[in-house]
């Protein structure tokens, strides 16, 4: 079944590059990404673990542990990350999953068999702390990720977890939020010190709360 947003990430233990992982037990108090490829050795995959392992940086400073799957065994992963590694001038230090049984890749509906046979799909899960499902998306295999969104949404998820705000199309980190409508006007000046603008009454605007 597909997985719903607000429910728990199911959990696993799976070989990975870097030894058996428990899932949930690995996250601990982290955020996490769990995130598809559909085979080693393609084009398209080498540049997306490529970008990530680039801003490895990034995700640490968010307090986020990243986790790649593909349904090829641990040899093929170990082999394609030296290539990876070469291709993209990086170095891959995240965890691959080797999923040959397809165990979660089932376990998350990451195989759209309409889409592409028997390989995964490009999707990704970010979960929260508690184990929660804050979002997914689904790519098809032509598309590589933009991972710059998923830092952008993952600043999102952190900031309108804490305060109550949410964030306007294409905002990014540092830019002014929307005051939610389950805010009452008279509550503003005590919960948004920094301030607010009102275009509507339903569109309030606020300075980042956390900056
Ligand atoms: C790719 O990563 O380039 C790719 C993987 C599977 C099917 C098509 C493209």
């Known amino acids: 079944m597909a997985i719903r947003l607000g429910d728990v990430a199911p959990d696993f233990t799976a070989e ?8 949930h037990e690995w ?11 559909p085979k080693d050795f393609t084009p398209v995959c080498t540049t997306e673990l490529g970008a990530v392992a680039k801003i ?11 986790l790649a799957v593909s349904v090829d065994p641990l040899d093929s992963h170990k082999g394609w990350v ?9 170095s891959v230090s995240y965890p691959i999953i080797a999923d040959p049984d397809r165990t979660v890749a089932n376990l998350y509906d990451m195989i759209h068999p309409n889409a592409l046979d028997n390989m995964t799909v490009r999707s990704v899960f970010v979960i929260g702390p508690d184990k929660k499902v804050k979002l997914t998306l689904t790519y098809p295999a032509s598309t590589g990720r933009n991972f710059d969104e998923i830092l952008r949404v993952v600043d999102s998820l952190q900031l309108t977890a804490k305060h109550q705000v949410a964030t306007p199309a294409n905002w990014k980190d540092g830019e002014d939020c929307i005051i939610v409508p389950a805010v ?3 509550e503003i000046p005590s919960k948004f010190p920094k301030g607010h603008r009102a275009v509507k009454p339903y569109l309030r605007f606020t300075p980042q709360p956390n900056k």
């Open 16 to 23: 990975t590059t870097a030894g058996t992982i428990k899932f």
């Open 27 to 37: 996250l601990g108090d982290s955020w996490g990404i769990l995130f598809s490829h």
């Open 56 to 66: 490895t940086n990034e995700f640490k400073k968010r307090n986020v542990k990243v």
């Open 82 to 90: 030296n290539d990876i590694n070469e291709t993209q001038n990086c």
């Open 184 to 186: 009452k006007d008279e």
